[in-house]
């Protein structure tokens, strides 16, 4: 229990969520649920079976014209982020 | 030992379409952080991507430029990894089904034509630019979607100097079918290396490394050069080459380890469940190919065979698109084709790199520029003359014949008044006409500097010249 409990929240850590103590054990239901459908998926023999990617075999035709329409604020776009500096979200730094 | 380089180039190179690969915000450069972009570029829950028209046809074009084989049915996956440049976790790029494959590029070096084989071209967007600092990063999304083509060749470049006469030539195909500016320095033509030695003969690949994020091309055969020897290095002492990802040092000259690559790196690949196939209409793939603009090889012979330019002045004007697009303005009312590409070539070229400025910066026309070279003709202006008028106009925009009135340029040609003066000039400088008739050749030098001096540089020098010799051999006669 205390096992997935720093499992999951070193997941929301990574995933940058805020997971309360409160949160947990309803967090840990649906985990259990969600492993439980996947076990269950795995039970599925699907040697043979290709990939399918699409529900529909359909091809569609459409492109967009290269035209410019949409622009957000820079409020709107930065409203979300915890941390700014010049205009731009603050993130720590991971050099890839 | 000798030993041979393998090289892989995969290139990435920015579209510049209006609006981004899959949003309907701007493809900009250096505008100010986070204005130029919407929801899809951010991703914000609940968006969906939809495939920019233009971006398809941009890749089409070089598809066609390399030769390759066109997938007309377009087909897009997800690249899973999680990194703060990537807002929505994964790239959408084309994994499975690149819209084109098998092509080559043929390049020369040292006087050598060899055919560069390029595995693929494919279509993806490009991440958001970060900025690092001691103890944070800073985000700006401004380049979050914009339309992206990846080439990859095949391990088939085996020098550096063929690495960097292949990029060359690919930038080349970019800006001749007009879908990039192509500026390695501002990013929009970004280029990583795959390189791994063996001793020659061998036919067994050895261990490679990638070296990532070259911003030009200089360093990217900087960059082979040095791997190249670390790697011999290494192996000459009995050592392995390890599997890892570099980067090239720009003030060391050096390639510096960043990450080992245990395994292939792995990124989930998998179909974009949000973009269904797409089925491009045959006959306007078809289109695209009928308007290709005339790429870089075929003006260069035009050049030659048409306008009677030499092979390296052909070769030169090609290799500044910009210049060669305004000698095609020039030369539709200009059959000088020769003064042209001098001017062009020379002092146009010169102005431009003294200022580090592009064409397009300066006033000059095409039109001023064959009236400039009517007035050489017509030999109202001497070429020393016109390079001044050409200064100017680029400099102020004024139209050449004003500049030409303004400064009192004009050149004197008339037999008469020419005559006149230079027989004055004569009989102030007996000393001159004895060094003349003693086989002194300075003399003439000498005698039209005399009458560059009285008429202020206005003298045409070709009758000048005719004119002083005559009236000379009279004298002595």
Redesign the interface.
């Given at each position: 229990m205390t096992e997935m409990k720093t499992m999951l929240k070193q997941l929301a850590r990574?995933t940058m969520f805020d997971i309360s103590d409160d949160e947990m054990p309803a967090l840990i239901e649906e985990y259990n649920m969600f492993m439980n459908h996947v076990q269950f998926l795995e039970s599925i023999d699907t040697q043979d079976v290709e990939?399918l990617?699409?529900p529909y075999e359909?091809?569609?035709?459409?492109?967009?014209?290269?035209?410019?329409?949409?622009?957000?604020s820079?409020e709107d776009?930065?409203k979300n982020a915890k941390s700014i500096?010049?205009?731009?979200?603050?993130?720590?730094?991971?050099?890839? | 030992m000798n030993f041979e380089q393998i090289i892989g180039l995969e290139v990435h190179c920015e579209l510049k379409?209006?609006?981004k690969m899959f949003?309907?915000?701007?493809v900009t450069f250096g505008k100010?952080?986070?204005?130029?972009?919407?929801?899809i570029d951010?991703a914000m829950p609940g968006i969906l991507p939809?495939?920019?028209?233009?971006?398809?046809e941009y890749a089409i074009r070089v598809c066609y430029a390399l030769h390759m084989d066109i997938d007309e049915?377009l087909r897009f996956d997800r690249k899973n990894y999680?990194?703060?440049d990537l807002p929505k976790g994964f790239q959408i790029t084309q994994e499975q089904f690149p819209i084109g494959k098998n092509g080559y590029l043929d390049i020369v070096v040292d006087g050598k034509t060899k055919r560069i084989e390029i595995e693929r071209l494919h279509m993806e967007e490009d991440t958001a630019k970060q900025?690092?600092?001691?103890?944070?990063?800073?985000?700006?999304?401004n380049r979050s979607g914009i339309p992206l083509i990846e080439i990859v060749t095949k391990p088939a470049i085996r020098s550096g100097a063929e690495a960097s006469a292949y990029l060359e030539k690919l930038r080349q195909v970019f800006l001749y079918t007009d879908v990039s500016d192509a500026k390695m320095e501002e990013g929009s033509m970004r280029c990583d290396i795959n390189i791994s030695i063996r001793p020659l003969g061998s036919q067994k690949f050895g261990t490679r490394t990638e070296i990532k994020n070259l911003n030009s091309i200089s360093h990217v055969q900087q960059a082979i050069e040095f791997e190249s020897l670390r790697q011999e290095k290494i192996i000459l002492d009995g050592g392995k080459v390890l599997q890892e990802t570099r980067r090239f040092d720009e003030k060391r000259k050096e390639t510096v380890a960043?990450r080992i690559k245990e395994n292939v790196a792995n990124y989930k690949y998998?179909?974009e469940?949000n973009i269904?196939?797409?089925?491009?209409?045959h006959q306007w793939v078809m289109d695209i190919k009928e308007r290709l603009p005339i790429m870089a090889e075929q003006r260069e012979k035009i050049y030659i065979d048409k306008y009677g330019l030499s092979q390296s002045e052909a070769h030169r004007l090609i290799s500044y698109k910009e210049l060669s697009d305004f000698y095609e303005e020039t030369v539709k009312n200009c059959s000088r084709y020769k003064i042209a590409c001098h001017l062009l070539l020379g002092e146009v070229l010169g102005y431009l790199n003294k200022k580090n400025i592009s064409l397009e910066e300066t006033k000059l026309t095409p039109h001023y520029l064959s009236e400039i070279i009517e007035y050489i003709d017509e030999e109202m202006i001497s070429s020393k003359q016109a390079k001044e008028v050409l200064e100017c106009v680029m400099t102020e925009g004024k139209k050449p014949q004003c500049i030409i009135e303004e400064k009192g340029m004009k050149q004197i040609s008339d037999v008469d008044i020419l005559t006149q003066l230079i027989d004055q000039i004569l009989d102030n400088n007996e000393k001159s006409i004895r060094d003349f008739s003693s086989g002194k050749d300075r003399a003439i030098g000498f005698l039209v500097g005399q009458v560059m001096k009285e008429t202020k540089g206005q003298a045409n020098p070709k009758i000048t010249n005719q004119l002083l010799l005559k009236l000379l051999k009279e004298r002595v006669q």
């Open positions: 990574d990939p990617a699409f359909v091809e569609t035709t459409f492109l967009r014209e290269d035209e410019v329409s949409h622009i957000i820079r776009a930065l500096q010049d205009y731009q979200i603050k993130v720590p730094k991971v050099v890839k | 379409t209006n609006s949003s309907a915000s701007p100010e952080p986070n204005t130029m972009i919407n929801e951010m939809v495939l920019n028209k233009r971006a398809v049915l999680y990194y703060s900025f690092h600092y001691d103890s944070y990063s800073l985000i700006d999304y960043m998998y179909p469940p269904l196939p797409i089925r491009l209409n």
